[in-house]
């Protein structure tokens, strides 16, 4: 259960959300669906949609699931006719698929602490890096494409894409992420100035560190103590903690408002306990 951070309603309000399987996205679909949308829940992992799609249903909200892959055009036409067909033209689109691969990241944070048989930037694998840049970017490209048209027939409606702080200061030895990341921002704002005469508006969050089961371990020792890297981000962050994905849904909840957020496009909003707000002294 969640509790909403702001009373918006989307009723009557068909929202489209990518990566819905997912820690943050999944918490997003089920903050428009307590207020008041029917959420299509998208994402390659099927089964994780379908649960949270029957969990809400269980609540009383409306909720489906549908698998998609978002670098696959025919993939993505194909989830679009079926919520064409069980709720209708998309309202507002959350761009939540991405990720970063173990390919595309370096073993050691500078070069000079680069180790024999472990991967440096000179390891880095093409394939793995052209992954990342897919999935962030082209992944947030291709969804836009597909559910976009419909708001741009009704001129009105919201994009809202999953960007990061990697996208303002890159973090170390995730070359590939950061950058695809910073795309992300900057995709952002030429959506908002291509769709500014549509009455379609296109913004996005920049979510700080949080704790989630892919990361976990990296983030802390089995005794429950920071790792090394987790206290360098701690020590960073003027708040001294991790944000919480709940933390994102009040930012999100306005931005995709058409009336709260009605002059609002073309930005990137940081919610990360204040590290982007830290100069290190």
């Not at 068909?14 to 669906?33: E, H, K, P, Q």
């Not at 998309?90 to 602490?113: I, K, W």
């Not at 960073?236 to 957020?261: K, N, Q």
Request: proline share 4%.
């Amino acid at each position: 259960m969640i509790k909403l951070p702001l009373n918006i309603n989307y009723g009557g309000k068909v929202v489209v959300i990518t990566g819905a399987g997912g820690l943050i996205c999944g918490a997003m679909a089920r903050a428009f669906a307590k207020s008041g949308a029917v959420v299509a829940a998208l994402d390659l992992n099927e089964e994780a949609v379908k649960k949270l799609a029957s969990e809400l249903k269980s609540e009383g909200l409306i909720c489906e699931g549908y698998k998609a892959n978002v670098l696959d055009p025919a993939s993505l036409e194909e989830a679009h006719k079926a919520v064409l067909a069980d709720f209708g033209p998309c309202d507002v689109l959350v761009n939540g698929a991405g990720g970063n691969n173990p390919r595309a990241t370096t073993d050691n944070e500078y070069q000079h602490e680069a180790k024999e048989g472990g991967k440096s930037f000179f390891d880095l694998d093409p394939d793995g890096v052209d992954f990342v840049f897919r999935l962030n970017f082209q992944g947030t490209l291709l969804a836009t494409q597909a559910f976009a048209k419909d708001m741009v027939e009704k001129k009105s409606g919201c994009i809202l894409n999953i960007s990061s702080m990697n996208a303002y200061i890159p973090l170390t030895k995730i070359p590939a992420y950061s950058a695809a990341k910073a795309g992300i921002s900057n995709f952002t704002a030429w959506l908002a100035t291509h769709f500014a005469g549509t009455g379609v508006r296109c913004n996005a969050i920049a979510p700080g560190f949080l704790v989630s089961a892919q990361n976990k371990k990296l983030l802390f020792n089995d005794d429950g103590t920071p790792t090394a890297r987790s206290a360098k981000i701690l020590s960073g962050t003027p708040m001294g903690r991790f944000v919480d994905a709940s933390e994102l849904l009040g930012a999100t909840l306005f931005l995709c408002d058409d009336e709260a957020a009605s002059a609002v496009t073309g930005v990137v909003l940081p919610i990360d306990c204040g590290f982007s707000a830290y100069s290190g002294v």
